[in-house]
Structure formats: structure tokens, C-alpha cells
């Protein structure tokens, strides 16, 4: 059977204090096991302004131990499509298969955004009105990738229509997303079907024209159910303003309880000025802002996926500081290793991928270094994986705390993990350290459908001096 990702209802609690309660989450994705699942990872891009972006082994293996288990392979509608002067490219078609298996042998699922690049004489009014069968046309592109991947069990779904736009059509954005997208959704999913019906549907909103926008966010609202199943709904957020990433979160929120879908963050993070990487000033604003979001991210168990995993080959010229990208790495290349660590640092904490039983809530407290996790454990339904990026993030190594039941260490300079306390009828060789991909690994919780709160904190564990009293 193949891996089905089940849709999770979203409901979060709003408390006086703080947009998103550190209470029991609703979002993430469930398995053909039942295991809660965290998806996390980047957008891989086929091409940037200067031709094609292949990757290799090595870099999968840097996604992976930079904390992903998704990535997001964004497709180029002119190569897949026959759209004007467009031809079908099987060449391309070998070129995402191969990142697709690249990413499947690395531990990675895959997700396929449809953007409309290089696609000539594309116009998204006339998608919408499909004069001249405009929609099928663009279905047609869709075929190849359902065709190919309809028994993959590692490609979770497809982005649909990737930041669908209004330009200068006469309509209201409500209007534009009721009469013209959401029924474009509709067909799109119908045509899908026959191909696969345990794959997952991706939904975004209208992305607004510019000088327009929400709480300074450029994504117009939902305000309509779609009609079919297996729907994800994956808005984008690149908001550099502290006061309204939480609103947006919360408007959010409130949108996938109206598609009754979760939510996956299809993209995130403001882009990366050129400026920034020579100015710590600069630097520290980003920090502020990348963490605040990163933490209402989690505090709402959704899962993100951070574009872009590339180099500086090319830059944007958009924003009013001068030239920007959304690459994580600096190299003046397309497949980067130089990275702006003041954004892969946050990108890259520590958080539960694959759980299994019931993910209650968790985060990441970036001041102290330290994760903290409550779960319901259900050992029936497999393996567990903990993301915690030591070499990054504990270089003076860690110390995991499983309830009153074990704690373990691991040493920077040591292979193994080391056992400080274990409790009666425990197994601490359950719990195994993957150091190639910087994970931890339970094989079964110490207890059974029980409550466990698991913690992670910097540095080696040392039993109490019973001579040391707190506050003397």
C-alpha cells in the first residue's frame, strides 16, 4: 500500500497573552502508518536565471542533515506543456524523475509545485475564462508528472497553481478565487484522480497585485470550501514585520478550518538583501524576525518548506534596498555551500520529523538551545525520528530526556549515545543516534499509549552535586 498522507483537522487555541497557545496541535500529516509527520525541507528549483540546476547525492544528504524530510521540486510549465511556442521536453521530465529518486534514496518526500515559467504566451485571464482550452492545455503539462509519479510512494502530492495572480482583470480577488479558481482547482483534482486518489492536493491563494495586500502580506483570502478531498492548504508567508506574522498565522488558520485541510507553509522567509551579508546589523533583524515566525510555525505544528536551496547565480532587483534573493547560500553559483547562517541556523533547528503516536505540541526555545515535546507514544506503529542537527546546534554535545524513564547523552567526542539513568524494563539500545543524518532514532518509547514529554538540552548530562543548593 502506498504511503498515504492523511489530512489532520486544524484547531488551534488563542490564548490573551499569545497568538498560538502552547496547547495540542492539529496540523502535520499522518502516514499510511498512522506516525504524526512534521514536513519540513526547500523549495529545489530545476533552473535559476542562468540555465538548468542539477543536483547530486551530497546535496541531498546536506538537505537532510539541515533538517528536511520534504522537498518541493518546482516544475517549469513551458517544458512540460505545449502552450504557444512550447514542446514537451521528456529530457526535462529524466531531470525531475532524477531528483525525485535522489530524494527518495535520501529519505525525502516529494511535493510538485506547477509554476508558469517559460511558458509563452501564457496569460491568466485567459486560464481562467478557457476560451480556447486554456485549462486542458495546462492539465496537459499536469499528465506528465501524474503519469510518471501515480505510483510513487514518496511523491506526497502536487502544488497545483503556484501563486495564481488577477493583473488586470476587472474582478474583486473574492470574486476572482469563487468564480474562475476554485472551480479551476476542482477540475484540475477530477483529472488527477484516475491517475492516483491517494495523493495530496495543494491549494493556495490569489497572489494580489502589487500595493495590494493583507496585514502586508501579498495573499488574498479563502472564503470558500473547495469541494473534494485529500486537499493541503499551503499559503505562502514572506513577512519581515513582527507585528503581523502572527495575524497572518492566525488568518490562516482560520482558512484551513474552512477548507478543513492543514496547513503546510508552501514557502517562507523574507528575501535575503545582498547588503545583509556584510552588515551584522542587518543580519540580527533578519534573526529576529526568521525565529519569531519560526516559532508560531511550530507552535502550530504546521509544516514549512524554505525557499530557495541554491547559490547566488543570479539575484532579483524588486525590493527597494537594492538586489535580493531567497538563495541560503551565498556562493556566487547555482548549488551553494557557503551558507548565510543567520537563516540556515533557524531553518535548521531541531523538531520531531516522524512520530509515532500523537505529536501534543513541541518547540524549539532558541534562547537556551533546548526542544521540548509532548507526545501520546503508540509503539504499533513504528519508528520515530527526531531532527536535531548537533553539529549545528550542540557542538557542545546533548543530553534527551525520555520522561522519568531515560536520559542519554551524546558526547562531540564519542560515537554512541551514552546511558545516564534508565528505569526498569526500559531498553535504551531502542534509542540509537544517526550521526550521518543527524537524527535521532527511537525504536520504540519507553512507554505504550502514554503521555511522554521528551526533552533535548545542550551539553553533557552530570548527576546533581547534592552540596549545591539553588539560590546559594
Same mark, same amino acid.
Given at each position: 500500500?502506498?504511503?498515504?498522507?492523511?489530512?489532520?483537522?486544524?484547531?488551534?487555541?488563542?490564548?490573551?497573552?499569545?497568538?498560538?497557545?502552547?496547547?495540542?496541535?492539529?496540523?502535520?500529516?499522518?502516514?499510511?502508518?498512522?506516525?504524526?509527520?512534521?514536513?519540513?525541507?526547500?523549495?529545489?528549483?530545476?533552473?535559476?536565471?542562468?540555465?538548468?540546476?542539477?543536483?547530486?547525492?551530497?546535496?541531498?544528504?546536506?538537505?537532510?542533515?539541515?533538517?528536511?524530510?520534504?522537498?518541493?521540486?518546482?516544475?517549469?510549465?513551458?517544458?512540460?506543456?505545449?502552450?504557444?511556442?512550447?514542446?514537451?521536453?521528456?529530457?526535462?521530465?529524466?531531470?525531475?524523475?532524477?531528483?525525485?529518486?535522489?530524494?527518495?534514496?535520501?529519505?525525502?518526500?516529494?511535493?510538485?509545485?506547477?509554476?508558469?515559467? #517559460?511558458?509563452?504566451? !501564457?496569460?491568466?485571464?485567459?486560464?481562467?475564462? $478557457?476560451?480556447?482550452? +486554456? %485549462?486542458?492545455? &495546462? /492539465?496537459?503539462?499536469?499528465?506528465?508528472?501524474?503519469?510518471?509519479?501515480?505510483?510513487?510512494?514518496?511523491?506526497?502530492?502536487?502544488?497545483?497553481?503556484?501563486?495564481?495572480?488577477?493583473?488586470?482583470?476587472?474582478?474583486?480577488?473574492?470574486?476572482?478565487?469563487?468564480?474562475?479558481?476554485?472551480?479551476?482547482?476542482?477540475?484540475?483534482?477530477?483529472?488527477?484522480?484516475?491517475?492516483?486518489?491517494?495523493?495530496?492536493?495543494?491549494?493556495?491563494?490569489?497572489?494580489?497585485?502589487?500595493?495590494?495586500?493583507?496585514?502586508?502580506?501579498?495573499?488574498?483570502?479563502?472564503?470558500?470550501?473547495?469541494?473534494?478531498?485529500?486537499?493541503?492548504?499551503?499559503?505562502?508567508?514572506?513577512?519581515?514585520?513582527?507585528?503581523?506574522?502572527?495575524?497572518?498565522?492566525?488568518?490562516?488558520?482560520?482558512?484551513?478550518?474552512?477548507?478543513?485541510?492543514?496547513?503546510?507553509? #508552501?514557502?517562507?522567509? !523574507?528575501?535575503?538583501?545582498?547588503?545583509?551579508? $556584510?552588515?551584522?546589523? +542587518? %543580519?540580527?533583524? &533578519? /534573526?529576529?524576525?526568521?525565529?519569531?515566525?519560526?516559532?508560531?510555525?511550530?507552535?502550530?505544528?504546521?509544516?514549512?518548506?524554505?525557499?530557495?536551496?541554491?547559490?547566488?547565480?543570479?539575484?532579483?532587483?524588486?525590493?527597494?534596498?537594492?538586489?535580493?534573493?531567497?538563495?541560503?547560500?551565498?556562493?556566487?553559483?547555482?548549488?551553494?555551500?557557503?551558507?548565510?547562517?543567520?537563516?540556515?541556523?533557524?531553518?535548521?533547528?531541531?523538531?520531531?520529523?516522524?512520530?509515532?503516536?500523537?505529536?501534543?505540541?513541541?518547540?524549539?526555545?532558541?534562547?537556551?538551545?533546548?526542544?521540548?515535546?509532548?507526545?501520546?507514544?503508540?509503539?504499533?506503529?513504528?519508528?520515530?525520528?527526531?531532527?536535531?542537527?548537533?553539529?549545528?546546534?550542540?557542538?557542545?554535545?546533548?543530553?534527551?530526556?525520555?520522561?522519568?524513564?531515560?536520559?542519554?547523552?551524546?558526547?562531540?567526542?564519542?560515537?554512541?549515545?551514552?546511558?545516564?539513568?534508565?528505569?526498569?524494563?526500559?531498553?535504551?539500545?531502542?534509542?540509537?543516534?544517526?550521526?550521518?543524518?543527524?537524527?535521532?532514532?527511537?525504536?520504540?518509547?519507553?512507554?505504550?499509549?502514554?503521555?511522554?514529554?521528551?526533552?533535548?538540552?545542550?551539553?553533557?548530562?552530570?548527576?546533581?552535586?547534592?552540596?549545591?543548593?539553588?539560590?546559594?
Amino acid at each position: 500500500m502506498s504511503h498515504r498522507i492523511c489530512k489532520v483537522l486544524v484547531l488551534v487555541t488563542i490564548w490573551l497573552l499569545s497568538p498560538f497557545s502552547f496547547a495540542d496541535i492539529k496540523h502535520g500529516l499522518r502516514d499510511n502508518d498512522g506516525r504524526h509527520m512534521i514536513p519540513r525541507g526547500y523549495v529545489i528549483n530545476t533552473n535559476d536565471h542562468a540555465g538548468a540546476v542539477d543536483f547530486n547525492p551530497e546535496d541531498y544528504l546536506r538537505m537532510v542533515r539541515m533538517g528536511a524530510n520534504v522537498q518541493v521540486i518546482r516544475l517549469e510549465m513551458g517544458k512540460l506543456s505545449e502552450l504557444g511556442d512550447n514542446t514537451f521536453e521528456p529530457e526535462y521530465l529524466a531531470r525531475v524523475k532524477r531528483a525525485t529518486k535522489l530524494g527518495r534514496e535520501a529519505g525525502i518526500k516529494t511535493v510538485f509545485k506547477m509554476t508558469v515559467y #517559460g511558458a509563452t504566451d !501564457f496569460s491568466w485571464e485567459e486560464l481562467y475564462l $478557457n476560451k480556447s482550452n +486554456e %485549462q486542458e492545455t &495546462y /492539465i496537459n503539462a499536469w499528465k506528465h508528472i501524474w503519469e510518471a509519479f501515480k505510483d510513487d510512494d514518496y511523491v506526497i502530492g502536487y502544488d497545483l497553481v503556484n501563486e495564481p495572480r488577477k493583473k488586470d482583470m476587472d474582478i474583486s480577488y473574492d470574486q476572482l478565487t469563487r468564480r474562475y479558481l476554485i472551480p479551476l482547482y476542482e477540475k484540475i483534482i477530477d483529472a488527477a484522480i484516475p491517475y492516483s486518489d491517494n495523493k495530496q492536493f495543494l491549494i493556495q491563494t490569489i497572489f494580489m497585485n502589487k500595493g495590494d495586500a493583507i496585514n502586508k502580506n501579498q495573499y488574498a483570502e479563502i472564503t470558500k470550501r473547495i469541494d473534494r478531498k485529500n486537499i493541503i492548504f499551503a499559503p505562502h508567508i514572506y513577512q519581515e514585520h513582527l507585528d503581523y506574522i502572527a495575524p497572518t498565522m492566525e488568518r490562516f488558520d482560520k482558512e484551513s478550518q474552512l477548507l478543513g485541510a492543514p496547513i503546510l507553509i #508552501g514557502e517562507w522567509g !523574507f528575501p535575503t538583501l545582498v547588503t545583509t551579508d $556584510n552588515s551584522v546589523k +542587518e %543580519q540580527l533583524n &533578519y /534573526i529576529e524576525f526568521y525565529i519569531k515566525t519560526a516559532e508560531i510555525f511550530d507552535e502550530m505544528g504546521v509544516g514549512s518548506i524554505k525557499a530557495w536551496f541554491l547559490g547566488n547565480r543570479s539575484y532579483q532587483n524588486f525590493l527597494p534596498g537594492g538586489p535580493s534573493t531567497w538563495a541560503i547560500f551565498s556562493d556566487e553559483q547555482a548549488i551553494g555551500t557557503v551558507e548565510r547562517k543567520y537563516i540556515t541556523d533557524i531553518i535548521a533547528r531541531p523538531y520531531p520529523q516522524l512520530i509515532a503516536g500523537d505529536i501534543k505540541n513541541f518547540k524549539f526555545h532558541f534562547a537556551t538551545r533546548t526542544l521540548d515535546l509532548n507526545i501520546t507514544s503508540d509503539n504499533a506503529k513504528g519508528v520515530s525520528r527526531i531532527f536535531v542537527g548537533a553539529d549545528r546546534h550542540y557542538p557542545d554535545g546533548f543530553t534527551v530526556y525520555i520522561g522519568d524513564d531515560l536520559i542519554m547523552s551524546k558526547s562531540p567526542i564519542k560515537a554512541g549515545l551514552d546511558v545516564h539513568h534508565s528505569t526498569k524494563n526500559t531498553q535504551p539500545s531502542k534509542v540509537v543516534w544517526d550521526k550521518d543524518r543527524q537524527q535521532l532514532i527511537i525504536l520504540s518509547w519507553p512507554k505504550n499509549n502514554a503521555q511522554i514529554n521528551i526533552k533535548i538540552k545542550p551539553g553533557i548530562y552530570k548527576e546533581p552535586d547534592p552540596a549545591v543548593k539553588i539560590g546559594k
